[in-house]
């Protein structure tokens, strides 16, 4: 075990150890407030479904028949990224993993119409599904998708000085090994202010479980979770705030 690994493994059983005190005392703010799925649909039907564009209505449904539809971002996620892109008013932003293009779609519909989205996924048949929804809504102007690993993207945009800081906005949403890789190259590319969203950071609440508690094939995915919320939770480079919306999403301010 490398030095590195044996400081992840001292902090996570630190936190494990605070956080079963914490239980202990009884000192857990209003624990499990989503306690049903009919409090989730409420939330969804009161605050999200009524304000959601008609254009993302027709992706959602369209997405809702493919096979690996829960890749798509959650409504209810989506709400919460589109209110960050206003805020920090986004112009120029950059996505890791489209799937079918809910995120994106809300993401051109959101930007100033000058705005542009660099958007990297390996495949682009899933995208195709929502490209006529997206051409309809009159913004595929604003998006530069590539059909690539993002890793190599990443690494050339990082070749031209041009590129570093010019970032307002970064959503990822895409193999979960490569999230730290993806963020030490975020930490280049979006500018100071900037926001960095990732996706899927609660991993269906397995990481809250003991291992043999969750199913064989998602434990490699879940530890990659667990390693990546750990580190970043002591990265001085980054506010940070976890929010329990969808599958969960780790909202990253950039401050130095």
Not at 25 to 42: F, R, V
Not at 132 to 158: C, M, T, Y
Not at 227 to 233: H, K, T, V
Request: aromatic content about 8%; charged content about 25%; glycine content about 6%.
């Amino acid at each position: 075990m490398t030095r590195g690994e044996k400081g992840l493994e001292k902090s996570v059983a630190s936190k494990s150890l605070e956080m079963e005190n914490t239980k202990k005392q009884g000192n857990l703010p209003n624990p499990l407030i989503l306690q049903s799925e009919e409090l989730y649909e409420y939330i969804l039907a009161t605050s999200v479904y009524p304000r959601e564009p008609e254009p993302l209505k027709e992706l959602r449904k369209a997405t809702a028949p493919q096979p690996l539809a829960y890749f798509g971002t959650s409504p209810d996620a989506g709400q919460l990224i589109a209110m960050f892109l206003k805020i920090v008013n986004a112009k120029k932003t950059i996505e890791i993993g489209v799937f079918t293009g809910y995120s994106l779609l809300l993401t051109a519909l959101t930007i100033p119409d000058d705005g542009k989205i660099t958007a990297i996924d390996v495949d682009r048949t899933k995208y195709e599904i929502g490209l006529p929804i997206i051409q309809k809504a009159g913004v595929e102007h604003k998006i530069n998708f590539i059909e690539s690993r993002a890793l190599p993207v990443l690494d050339e945009l990082l070749q031209d000085p041009k590129n570093e800081g010019s970032f307002d906005f970064a959503f990822v949403d895409a193999d979960k090994v490569n999230y730290w890789n993806y963020l030490e190259r975020m930490m280049k590319l979006v500018k100071v202010g900037g926001i960095i969203i990732y996706d899927n950071t609660l991993w269906g609440g397995y990481v809250a479980l003991p291992e043999e508690d969750v199913p064989e094939k998602k434990r490699a995915w879940r530890q990659s979770t667990i390693e990546f919320n750990n580190s970043i939770s002591s990265d001085s480079r980054v506010e940070i705030s976890h929010a329990s919306v969808g599958d969960g999403v780790l909202i990253c301010r950039r401050i130095c």
